[in-house]
Structures are given as C-alpha cells and as structure tokens.
C-alpha cells in the first residue's frame, strides 16, 4: 500500500472538533480533545467514540462507564486548544444533570453510558447508548477549521 496515499485518503474522512468529559479517580473534571465520534444507532440511540489506548480519558470511562461528548461551536479555537494543551482551567464547563462536565457555550453536547468496549489497534473503540443531550447554538466546528490533521 502507498503510505503517502492512504494518509491523504484517510486524512478526507471528515471530522467534528469534541471535547469528552469524564471524571476522575478523585471526583475531578477531566478532558480531552478528540475528533473520532459517529452515530451507530437510532433505536437506541448509539454512538462510537475512539478513545487512544493509553489515555487517562479511556481509563476513566472503562472504571466509570460514563462519558459527556460536547460539541465544539464555530470560533471556538481557543476552546480546543487549552484542551489539547491540559489548561482546562481556561475552559469554562457546566455539568450534566448526572455531573460530567460539558463545555458552556458549545453547539450541544451529549452523555453516554458505555455498553462496551472494543479492544482493536492503537485506538479502544468505546459504544455508548445516549442518555442525555442537549442542544446548544451555533454551528458544529469541523477540524479542519483547526487547521489540524488527523487520520492517516
């Protein structure tokens, strides 16, 4: 296989901006950026998040079985990158009615409750039934509106 042709067939795949809430061991809010998210299912609703196999946030989410997917809004740049950088102190969150944090001000956000846990490759591919959602304003921020790569 061509490896510079499959990054770049790949890297067409087109994906959203998301921060993924969880908590800690401790009760503290944790978050992630990540970009790899899809529905799976209407009834029940169902959705696959790829989650890096060697990341506090998976290691979270097996122990609690919970997540939130906050869906990053147009503009919101700075948003993804204090997240990427670990100062989520920059980042204002709210808190879901069960207590995962969610960014404010997003396009929406929703949270899952795990069902399993595919251990496949470099990434775990965590499928989650939605429990809650909520609907914010403005419009999903793709990735590439980062300027950011991902996939390949």
């Known amino acids: 296989m061509d490896k510079k ?11 959203g901006a998301y921060v993924v809430g969880t ?5 503290s809010d944790h978050l992630m950026f990540g970009t790899w ?8 609703p169902l959705v696959a998040f790829a989650l890096s196999e060697d990341s506090r946030t998976l290691a979270h989410v097996r122990r ?3 997540f939130a ?3 990053l809004a147009d503009g919101m740049k700075e ?10 102190e ?8 069960s207590g995962l944090p969610v960014v404010d001000g997003g396009a929406g956000w929703i949270e899952c409750r795990t069902l399993d846990i595919m251990d496949r490759g470099d990434h775990r591919i965590a499928l989650a039934e939605v ?6 304003s403005g419009k999903l921020m793709p990735l590439e509106a980062l300027k950011w790569h991902y996939g390949g």
């Open 69 to 71: 997917v906050s869906f």
């Open 5 to 15: 042709a499959k990054k770049a067939v790949l890297q067409m795949i087109p994906y």
């Open 64 to 66: 609690s079985k919970a």
């Open 23 to 27: 908590k800690t061991d401790e009760g």
């Open 131 to 136: 429990v809650d959602v909520h609907q914010g």
């Open 79 to 88: 948003i993804a990158e204090s997240v990427v950088d670990g100062s989520f």
């Open 37 to 44: 998210l899809m529905q799976t299912s209407f009834k029940p």
């Open 90 to 97: 920059k980042v204002k969150t709210v808190h879901s009615a």
